[in-house]
């Protein structure tokens, strides 16, 4: 890439129209030493290097298993005994493994908010130093866990880049208000579902409310309500694999503008 388009791309996003694929805010340097990361083997443009699956050691808890991949969910059996799965949300990329995982274990619980979109859960609640912090927005079940001052945030806060609002069980007055919770717990660490784990969760909630209000100022200023045309318009820059996704995420925009003028 040449420098006149780094520059150009550093400048859109400063003000933060461009679709956002770097950190958001500063990297974490070093993991908490209770926490060990796995990477799950499924990478691919909705979820960036692969599902993070996190591993607190001293709580022998799980926080989303991702795929049903043999070798990853044999890799967490290993940091056994566990005595309980969580999940952030009841998206594929995070709870596909999660029977297998319990299997694997010994018949361990698997706890979500919706058991409906996790099979074989009961409901989430505190636990052992493990707080759940509700955060729909994402989806309609996503919560996030706040353990010791980190917070693990699923896919309400990524390491990199930002997230769908996915319309019609996302919701985004939701998700801004989710990010106004995040926001509050201060400069902590945030331990994301996808991508490397940041040091601010303050910084990153406030830049996702930036980037979320002016990709609503852009919608707006598209004068469409049809969501098809007014991504080719904002999200020109943007990989068309991500498209349908961009597209969930202008629904969800259209809807939010609806209801606040
Ligand atoms: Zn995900």
Same mark, same amino acid.
């Given at each position: ?5 780094l @520059? ?6 400063h ?9 958001t805010? @500063? ?43 043999? +070798?990853?969910?044999? @890799?967490?059996?290993? $940091? ?14 995070h ?48 919560? /996030?866990? *706040? *353990? ?10 990524? +390491? ?12 985004? +007055? ?15 660490p ?8 940041? /040091?601010?969760?303050?910084? /990153? ?29 904002? $999200? ?9 996704? @961009? ?15």
């Amino acid at each position: 890439m040449t420098e006149i388009r780094l @520059a150009e791309k550093r400048r859109t996003i400063h003000v933060m129209v461009a679709h956002v694929t770097a950190p958001t805010a @500063a990297l974490l340097d070093v993991l908490p030493a209770w926490v060990t990361l796995l990477r799950a083997p499924n990478p691919g443009p909705m979820t960036l290097d692969g599902t993070n699956t996190w591993i607190l050691r001293d709580h022998g808890v799980v926080i989303d298993p991702g795929p049903l991949d043999e +070798g990853h969910l044999a @890799a967490i059996a290993e $940091y056994a005994p566990i005595r309980r799965i969580l999940v952030t949300h009841g998206h594929f990329d995070h709870v596909e493994g999660a029977a297998r995982l319990s299997e694997l274990l010994g018949g361990v619980p698997v706890a979500a908010a919706d058991p409906a979109h996790c099979i074989d859960s009961e409901p989430v609640h505190d636990d052992n130093g493990i707080q759940v912090l509700a955060v729909p927005g994402h989806t309609s079940d996503s919560v /996030a866990f *706040v *353990v010791d001052d980190v917070v693990f945030t699923g896919d309400t806060i990524l +390491g990199r880049g930002t997230t769908v609002v996915a319309w019609p069980d996302g919701n985004l +007055g939701d998700y801004l208000a989710s990010l106004e919770k995040l926001e509050a717990l201060g400069k902590v660490p945030v331990l994301p579902g996808h991508g490397p784990a940041l /040091a601010d969760c303050a910084a /990153a909630a406030r830049f996702y409310r930036d980037h979320r209000l002016a990709r609503l100022d852009q919608v707006r200023a598209t004068g469409s309500r049809d969501a098809q045309r007014i991504v080719e318009i904002v $999200y020109a820059d943007v990989d068309r694999a991500l498209w349908p996704a @961009a597209e969930a995420s202008v629904r969800a925009q259209l809807a939010y503008l609806e209801l606040t003028p």
